[in-house]
């Protein structure tokens, strides 16, 4: 019998289309259907425990929940986001109880009053799906990587409605320097059908309107500069007080159920003594509020206070909507000292610190267009462009590999 035939190239590259149109296809509208579902539960949980602030008290008992389903489902181990980027860059494997896992303890953590996001388990919820479904379907290691990648797109788009935002950072926040471009039509066509999906379902994309338009003059690029230095300056500094928190934590409370006790009881104690609950929760409202030009000078040092006990705790949730609503606070109060609008600072900010947290620029130039649209396109890559350089290598996500550093192109 003789030997199969290779297949040329170009029908390769035809079946290999139309195998990721349906894989991403398929991906998608289930990646949405779990955004939207996600969305509409955090919105729930949220607006009840802002009609009932009392709620804030039972945190550490949301705490012990919390520890009581990781131990019972054993994954006590689990790292979060640092776990998907080991996932795509060594093919670790995943367990299927994560995704429900995340979303319960997500939702219990919006429920009682701690400072999280919610991009994390977003991250979480698409890769154990995806990891399930490649399973389910067989497919080779390389194929598991890249639905992977696909299936974080999804859940990530239909969760805020920014698909090439969801696209393009998952290709490019796991290793500084590299981007993962063949899995480019899985994860933009999953992030297309699962936006699509999701605003079917009734989520609106997380858009707003900037009525400042900068004129791109020496003056104002240096204002934005100087700007951009101030973010990188809070930007590592946030990085560090969160490993560190959690480092510390770990250190002096090592048992998890106390940890998580203590933790959710300081939170509480901390609302009671500010005398509202605006620095619990993800935080976007607050974001919202400063990119219409209020803040108080002390909200984004609350928030990344509220936030770093919050997750050193062992509470469960994401960095990066808090990061949103450190950066674009910060830049609403410094702004203006540098004689920018406090509204287009505060856009600044945000945009800016998710930047110097995740180390993705590229991804950040998107997020900038998508969440505010092209008109300040140059300023914000500007911004994105020094937030980057001068951060450094400080990440949110300690399994972050840097393949080439930015302070040379040597490996």
Request: hydrophobic share 50%; glycine share 10%.
């Amino acid at each position: 019998m003789a030997p199969a035939k290779k297949l040329p190239a170009p029908a390769n590259y035809i079946i290999m289309f139309g195998k990721w149109t349906l894989l991403s296809f398929l991906m998608g509208a289930i990646g949405g259907t779990i955004g939207a579902g996600f969305h509409f539960v955090l919105h729930f949980v949220t607006h009840l425990r802002a009609e009932n602030g009392w709620l804030i008290w039972l945190l550490p008992f949301g705490g012990i929940l919390t520890v009581g389903i990781y131990h019972a489902c054993k994954l006590q181990q689990n790292r979060g986001t640092n776990e998907i980027i080991d996932a795509v860059l060594d093919g670790s494997p995943m367990k299927p109880l994560i995704a429900p896992v995340i979303f319960l303890t997500t939702a219990i953590t919006h429920l009682f009053g701690g400072s999280a996001g919610r991009e994390g388990a977003a991250l979480q919820l698409g890769s154990a799906t995806a990891s399930a479904m490649s399973k389910v379907l067989r497919l080779s290691s390389n194929d598991r990587t890249v639905l992977i990648m696909s299936g974080m797109s999804a859940v990530f788009a239909g969760l805020f409605g920014t698909p090439l935002t969801a696209c393009l950072f998952t290709m490019e926040f796991e290793s500084v320097g590299v981007i993962f471009s063949p899995a480019l039509l899985p994860c933009f066509f999953s992030a297309f059908v699962a936006s699509q999906a999701s605003l079917v379902l009734g989520v609106h994309p997380e858009t707003y309107f900037l009525d400042t338009a900068l004129p791109i003059t020496m003056t104002v690029t240096l204002k934005v500069a100087a700007l951009a230095i101030l973010i990188a300056i809070i930007g590592i500094t946030m990085c560090y007080v969160f490993h560190h928190a959690e480092h510390l934590s770990k250190k002096w409370v090592p048992n998890p159920w106390c940890r998580i006790v203590l933790g959710g009881c300081m939170i509480a104690g901390l609302s009671f003594l500010v005398g509202d609950q605006r620095f619990n929760g993800a935080g976007m409202d607050m974001a919202l509020e400063a990119i219409s030009g209020q803040a108080d000078w002390y909200s984004f040092a609350m928030k990344l206070l509220f936030t770093a006990i919050t997750l050193a705790a062992g509470f469960k949730g994401g960095e990066i909507v808090p990061t949103f609503c450190i950066g674009a606070t910060f830049g609403c109060v410094i702004g203006p000292l540098l004689g920018l609008e406090p509204g287009i600072s505060a856009a600044i900010g945000l945009i800016g610190l998710f930047c110097c947290a995740t180390n993705s620029p590229l991804t950040s130039i998107l997020l900038s267009m998508e969440m505010f649209g092209s008109t300040n396109l140059y300023m914000f890559t500007w911004a994105c462009v020094i937030c980057f350089v001068l951060s450094g290598h400080s990440s949110l996500y300690t399994s972050q590999i840097i393949r080439y550093h930015k302070a040379s192109t040597e490996d």
